[in-house]
């Protein structure tokens, strides 16, 4: 099984060690001890805590779409007819191109805080390495 320090919980869930090890402290996200005395969290334990937190994070409840990545606008491109919108969610870039009647309808500028709503047939899901771990090839 899975078990990260603080510090990965940390960046898998884009906050703060601070805010991990308070959750840790209130008794919301189990954690144990490794071998050398540093708090640990299971992957499983950490994978049922984002699922618990992430049910319907915008509070919608009325889209399909479940990938939701907020952010703030740090890029707006606009031509006669589409736009491209950069958000940064995180550490995440995510690049959207629409329409540019959209982006005027949305009020989309640089500094706006937006959500990226995410609905496709085809997400490609790779495996990370393990820290410590060098790809092949």
């Known amino acids: 099984?899975?078990?990260?320090?603080?510090g990965e919980?940390?960046?898998?869930?884009?906050?703060s060690t601070d805010t991990v090890r308070r959750w840790v402290d209130a008794g919301r996200l189990p954690a144990s001890r490794d071998d050398h005395g540093h708090r640990v969290i299971g992957g499983a334990d950490l994978a049922?805590?984002?699922?618990?937190?992430?049910?319907?994070p915008e509070g919608t409840g009325r889209s399909s779409a479940r990938n939701r990545l907020r952010g703030i606008v740090?890029?707006?491109v606009k031509d006669t007819v589409m736009a491209q919108v950069d958000i940064q969610a995180g550490p995440f870039r995510v690049v959207s191109l629409m329409s540019r009647e959209a982006v005027d309808e949305l009020d989309l500028r640089?500094?706006?805080?937006?959500?990226a709503v995410i609905k496709s047939t085809t997400v490609v899901v790779e495996r990370a390495p393990t820290p410590g771990q060098q790809r092949s090839g």
């Open 110 to 115: 640089v500094g706006s805080v937006a959500v």
């Open 9 to 15: 919980a940390a960046e898998l869930l884009g906050v």
């Open 48 to 56: 049922a805590f984002v699922r618990a937190g992430a049910a319907d």
């Open 74 to 76: 740090t890029a707006v």
């Open 1 to 6: 099984m899975s078990a990260f320090r603080i």
